[in-house]
């Protein structure tokens, strides 16, 4: 099983400024099939990024991701009010998908 | 549209068993698999494992086998996850997720509180 690590657990940031968010996965995600979500409150996930870059439908190009093999970035250039939520990085190159432990974007 | 409705939420007694349904409309229900996702109170996102929706062959995660069992009744294209002795750390809010991976659609969510 692929084991994926998120890092920080934490970022405090304000709105207006970059965040970047790391995902280590444990060893090389097959063919950069690596997603992102995001998810607030009370609310299912929302796939952002497939494919480690390639951004979802109806997805803002704030959002951008980045990597190959075991390390991936998510990177939001400004960030806006509704973007503090949690992030989870998924991988799905694998016959057992795993998700990380998530990243919490709080204002701060 | 493409859409995944859950069954309402759960309270059960430890020992007990639940059975959780997905109900899909807006597309051909036996074209893509079924993916189901835990997640506890306050907790990350966990793959729980998915079903083919043609053949009804299901896999399990690793951690998820023995007490949940996934079906269809593809009659009403309906997936179904159902838990047996259930335990306090079954707690959790299970989703399910229509292929392919990764998941753009996403049913609401239903809460399976297990509390005596």
């Known amino acids: 099983e692929i084991v994926l690590t998120q890092s920080p657990g934490t970022l405090s940031l304000s709105p207006g400024e970059r965040a970047t968010l790391s995902c280590r996965a444990s060893?090389?995600?097959?063919?950069?099939?690596l997603a992102w979500y995001q998810q607030k409150p009370g609310q299912a996930p929302r796939l952002l990024i497939y494919?480690?870059?390639s951004r979802a439908t109806g997805i803002p190009d704030r959002f951008s991701g980045s990597g190959s093999g075991t390390d991936f970035t998510l990177t939001i250039s400004r960030l806006e009010p509704e973007d503090f939520a949690v992030y989870y990085c998924?991988?799905?190159?694998?016959?057992?998908?795993?998700f990380g432990q998530g990243t919490k974007v709080e204002i701060k | 549209q493409v859409q995944l409705v859950q069954s309402g939420s759960e309270l059960k007694k430890p020992g007990a068993s639940v059975k959780v349904s997905c109900k899909a409309s807006?597309?051909?229900?036996?074209?893509?698999?079924m993916n189901w996702v835990r997640q506890a109170p306050g907790q990350g996102l966990e793959w729980m494992g998915w079903?083919?929706?043609?053949?009804?062959?299901?896999t399990y995660a690793q951690g998820f086998t023995g007490r949940f069992v996934f079906s269809l009744d593809t009659s009403v294209s309906t997936a179904y996850l159902q838990i047996s002795s259930l335990k306090a750390e079954d707690t959790a809010v299970y989703y399910c997720?229509?292929?392919?991976?990764?998941?753009?659609?996403w049913g609401q969510g239903t809460l399976v509180t297990v509390s005596s």
């Open positions: 997720a229509r292929a392919p991976q990764p998941s753009i659609t």
């Open positions: 807006g597309y051909t229900f036996t074209t893509y698999a």
């Open positions: 079903i083919n929706t043609n053949t009804g062959n299901p």
């Open positions: 060893q090389s995600v097959s063919s950069s099939y």
């Open positions: 494919g480690a870059s």
């Open positions: 998924q991988q799905y190159g694998s016959s057992q998908k795993t």
